[in-house]
């Protein structure tokens, strides 16, 4: 079993070497890139789960690049969480390139193909690169090629309301990368180490944490804009929405998650636990306001797909706001929420997808009635509302759940005001959605047909986890328990 | 065998649900989905009384928790106040698949494998939240009774029945919240079998969080309960087609929540606490203000079915009101209204739904001369309008006589004035309908063209039928409303 | 105090920096003003992490013999690979303000 | 020593504040260009001299002739 301690750098490495031989390629061979692609994921999903077992079995392990131990070598560190994210990412990349074959032939230039694919795996390496690197540096160079990446891929179209919403993305994505530059400065400037496990001994031998809880504030504050909570939040809704739909679908499932993972990893790993209480009161109400308004916000929006990314504003607060309660609980529902937001709202983008590569249709106006046309895409469709409706039964409720039993454990009523109200508002925007695709009337007379089998096959597979992540929630429970326990205990 | 026994209540539940789903898929064939319908109703109606065959034999340990992990715990059990919920239920949605089936044949042909599907679903859902054996589980199905219900109500795909859907989740699911809150509020909640003791609450955590809790808990099942200042979604949904607000909103979804206040009261706060906590006679006023709400806006309805939404809103706070009152006569005499309500105004709904049907018309002022060409279903509304109000030798005599014993063990003279109000103003609205009926001779002519066969007279005649004879023999009924009390007044 | 803020100095110039690049990014409505910004930014974080390496009297981290105290060489090794990644960041941030500018006056190349 | 960082500070606080203010885009470009120079100049006093090397090649060099040739593909006035 010991090829498994290679598989973390083989995750990122493949990809990226995968999608730089697709960048040469790229002139001849087109068609290969997808099927290159697909090959690419496969193999990632292989190694996380094999990492999986490995780690589920025997616990976390350090991987020391080419054995090169820290400060001088590049150091991977895999805990429970983080093969977890592993998982999401590689079952969530997979899905959207299979998903992307069709879609992208349809809505991009020809040329542009192989270029999107490159994207796409420089993409998914370097969110892999992100979770499993052990040092904040590491994290910040994954952070800057994730970056890049998700910039060019929100706008590859080319057309002026992708570019914008690209280059807006970016200048907040660049603004958010560089706090972290800050503030790993910070980090350094005081515990000359930027290596999780070092500085966590070394803080405990500070006396003065003025400094380095300005730097875990820093970072905090670049995880903020990237994972789009309330006042930093207002790249997302173009990007995402004018992105093709598989890309969304990457953006908002995983890279909007992986900041939340980042505030995790600085909130437990890097300084655990010593937050002047204010600080995480204020961060706990900023991200309630989050979960409020992201759901108006959606309430209001007629374009389907910016309806979706309003909802990922409000949806991805609650993975955030568990963070912050610094319990069992609510840290079983943020990675839960995180799972139900990786399955559910990808599964949306895809359905949205769906219905514009069969209609043309972005507004919600147009869909009335789309659902009779359409009964199995919108059926799978509706099944992701209803995780992020947190409807029981589905993976949502049980995050949703956790969370508000979190908050109510610790008296902290305003949390448990905004995530009550936040569920609600989430039902009304979903059903409102519902009943507009499947119960008004229908104005055009368009003949829509069902979307083709290869669309609806990573729909599927997508709707199919939501639920049974929410009929059986003890097999996410084996896969998150463990690493919640454990870096509970960093705690004390 | 333990084993076995314990998976029956979850069996109950699940069986149904499934077949529920299976009906989406039936497609355009109609054969099929009539059977598929029909044996999730009987199937659940004969585990329903297999259950009840063991828990008269003393086999009270029908308990079958599922965990997820910590606090996260499913669970069902089956006592005496679930089955009694569970068990009319299950027989009323047996008696409603006929008609149903008839009447959305030639009402709403389109998409009826939804419409079933749905149905079954909701039917299910409501069975399963009475056997529901802890507060989380009970909260998941309630909440999926509401969803399960929508597509139901917005059926007719009309604007108005788009608006009245929508009406109906702002209410309910503001409810939800409420209970969401309370559920998660409430120690132990999760934990398996929670049902299993009396007085969940202890009375250590405070009073003004107890009144909190409680406040949340009756507001949260009170939205579907209708109680008065959140009762306008009820007759709002009237809209629906009439096996759905017949079986679903005058039954199922409404005693749903009578069955939640109970459960609160009884269960997880425990009668004494409540009577400590002094909050009886809040109940009490607010049961007496919907009584006295429903009665004076069915006066005012023209249109059939919304008067009898509104008599629903009226009718459904009798069983709270005997809660509410916290003696044991008075919750028997409840329970005895609920089961009378259940069966009469099924029937009523099903009538109003057959001159419908039949004659086009919907609004009372019309009805005019209707009793002389559909003598059956006039007859049998008469019949059942009599027994809500409460003539002897009916279901609703004998309930109102226990009930009325209420106020007088407990004093509470403002409660027996509501009763009088509220019998009178019933027969007036109820009354006043089988008058234009019978007595009101009709301006216009009007044709029945079509022929109502068996499959749809059979149901009315069949709850009418129930409500006399338990009327006449109530003592197997008593039986089992005595069980029931017993296990929280002891005896 | 003065003595305290002369040898802060570089964290305080950096500081000063960093938020006029700040204001750039956020107020100038140029999307070419708005990158400047985003350079000027970096640069100055690259100079707040060369002035946390910088030792008093230390030389720069080249080996000489008879030289015993260096400045840290790992703040710079990690400035020279942000340097690298900030120049690619910022071509992209050209190439997409000159593509949405072609596409807003309408001139296709 | 001292006193030149002193200076040179100043001097990269003027400039920058410059950069962003100045109307003419092409203006500010060069003007960025040469508190690339000076920033390199800090770095080399701090002990940074390969990194200083890096900075005029980077942020003078190509960063700066980025600059300008898109300038001259959009409009050189500080408006969108």
Known sequence: MSFVLHLPVLMVAVPIAVAVLISVLLTFKRNIAFVLSVLTMIFCLISSLFLMVKVITEGSFVYYVSDWPPPWGIEIFIDRLSVYMLLLIAIVGLISI???????????????????????????????????????????????????????????SGDREALRAGFRYLVMGIVSSLFILLGLGFIYSVTGTLNFTQIALRVKELSDLTVIQTGALLLIVAFIIEAAIFPLHVWLPKAHGKAPAPVSALLSGLVIGIGVFGMIKVVYYILPGVYPVSFVVFFRGLISVGIILGAIFALFENDLKILLAQ???????????????????????????LLNHAFAKSALFLGAGAVIYKTGFRNLDEMKGIGKRMPITMGFFAIGLASIASIPMTCGFVSKYYLCLAAIKQGLWGSVGAILLGGFLSLLYCLRIISCIFFEKPDSKVEVKEAPLKMLLPLGVLAFLTIFFGVFPRAAFVLIEPGVKEILGFLR | MNQM??????????????????????????????FLSSIAALLSLALVSALYSMLVRGNMDVCCPICFGAGFTFCFRVDWLGLFFAGITSLLWVASIPYSIKYMEMKFPDSRARFFGFFTLSAATAIGVTMAGNMLTLFALYELLTIFTYPLVVHAETPAALKAGKKYLVYLLIGEMFLL?????????AGPRAFAKIGLISSEIGSKMLLVLFCSYIVGFGIKAAIFPFSNWLPTVSIAPTPVTGLLHAVAVVNVGVYGIMRVILNVFGIELVRSMGVGVLLVFISGATIIYGSLMALRQDDLKRRLAFSTVDYISYPILGLALLSPTALVGGLLLLVTHAFLKLSLFFCAGAIDIQTGKTKVSELSGIGRRLPFVSTCFAIGSLGLIGMPLTLGFVGKWYLWQGPMETGQPSAMGVLIAGAILCAFYLLYVVYVLFFK?????????????????????????????????????????????????GG | M????????????????????????????SLIKKIIGINIMETAIFLFLIGIGNKKGGASPLVVEGIEKYVNPFPQAMVLMALVVGVGTTALALILAVRLFECENGEKR | ???????????????????????????????????GLIMALVWQQLGAPVLALAEVVVESGIISVLFVVSVFRTSKDDVE
């Open chain 2, 181 to 189: 809150f309370a559920v998660l509020s409430t120690p132990e909640f």
């Open chain 1, 98 to 156: 299979i998903y992307s074959e069709l879609y992208i032939k349809k809505v991009l230039d020809h040329q542009k193909i192989p270029f999107y694919y490159m994207l796409v795996l420089f993409l998914i390496g370097s969110i892999v690169g992100f979770v499993i690197s052990g040092d904040i540096f590491n994290m910040f160079i994954f952070f800057e090629i994730l970056s890049l990446s998700s910039y060019s891929l929100v706008a590859i």
């Open chain 3, 2 to 29: 003065l003595k305290a803020s002369f040898s802060n100095l570089i964290y305080v110039v950096s500081m000063i920096l960093f938020l006029i690049g700040f204001y750039a990014v956020a107020m100038r409505p």
């Open chain 1, 311 to 337: 909802s990922s504003i409000s949806q991805i607060g609650f993975a955030a706001i568990g963070v912050f309660f610094f319990s069992y609980s609510g840290l079983m529902g943020s990675m839960l929420q």
């Open chain 2, 441 to 489: 001779q009709s301006n216009v002519d009007f044709v029945c063209d079509l022929q109502l066969n068996w499959t749809m007279l059979f149901p009315i005649g069949a709850g009418v039928l129930m409500g006399l004879v338990f009327g006449i023999f109530p003592k197997g009924l008593l039986l089992l409303v005595n069980n029931v009390t017993m296990c929280y007044f």
């Open chain 2, 5 to 34: 026994v314990s998976m029956i209540p979850i069996t109950a539940v699940a069986l149904p649900f499934l077949i529920g789903i299976a009906i989406f898929f039936t497609g355009k064939n109609k054969k099929l989905m009539g």
């Open chain 4, 1 to 35: 020593m001292t006193v030149l960082i002193i200076l040179l500070s100043l001097c990269l606080i003027i400039l920058s504040i410059f950069v962003v203010v100045s109307r003419n885009l092409l203006a500010s470009i060069i003007l960025f260009s040469a508190y």
